[in-house]
């Protein structure tokens, strides 16, 4: 079965990221849901979904949100131990939805000072698919040069850009394009929008 890392960090857009993770399960991919401090407290604000610190807890949280079990796991940062930190087990995918700035200049550093930089680092060094999807506006020149520097290591951005061509009547739909886009970057089959030229 596939393995698929997805991180939240404390970007606004965490909604992206759920709902990445909704779909991932539905294509029996198996998931390993990361999340920084920031993004616990941002995924907290914007959706009202409280995790707790400890991570078995976390799991049990996570588990029952999305009703799944052993094919959505969940580690704390600094569990250096988890598999998904060695290249010798690594994903086949990471994507980090949303994507800090912050997280994207450590990276971009070469830093990994916790598991979910760790994760994305293993995928750069061992040529797995990494997908980025920044949600920031507007960008300066730092966020911008640090992007591409990203790309040039092979990583994919992917910003929270959705387009109205499928004429998008909710929130959902928005949301939906861009995980949509992200889906088709990684491979996987989905019903989230309208192709350009089909009929609506």
């Not at 550093?109 to 994760?119: F, K, M, T, Y």
């Not at 966020?143 to 929130?171: D, K, T, W």
Request: glycine share 8%; with cysteine; proline share 4%.
């Amino acid at each position: 079965m596939e393995k698929i890392v997805v991180c939240i960090t404390g970007a606004s857009g965490s909604i992206y990221g759920l709902r990445l993770v909704e779909e991932l399960l539905k294509a029996d991919k198996q998931v390993c849901l990361l999340l920084s401090d920031a993004g616990k407290q941002v995924l907290s604000f914007e959706t009202g979904l409280k995790l707790a610190n400890e991570a078995q807890d976390c799991l049990a949280q996570l588990r029952q949100h999305f009703s799944a079990e052993e094919e959505l796991t969940h580690y704390g940062l600094k569990d250096f131990f988890a598999p998904v930190a060695s290249g010798s087990s690594a994903p086949d995918g990471v994507v980090i939805c949303p994507c800090s700035m912050g997280t994207a200049g450590r990276l971009a550093a070469g830093l990994s000072d916790n598991l979910l930089e760790r994760v994305a680092d293993v995928a750069l060094k061992e040529q797995k698919t990494l997908l980025l999807v920044p949600r920031e506006t507007p960008l300066h020149q730092i966020h911008l040069e640090n992007l591409l520097r990203l790309s040039q290591s092979g990583a994919q951005i992917l910003p929270a850009m959705p387009a109205f061509y499928q004429r998008p009547e909710s929130v959902e739909d928005l949301v939906d394009f861009v995980v949509g886009k992200t889906l088709d970057s990684l491979g996987v089959e989905h019903q989230l929008f309208s192709r350009w030229g089909a009929e609506k």
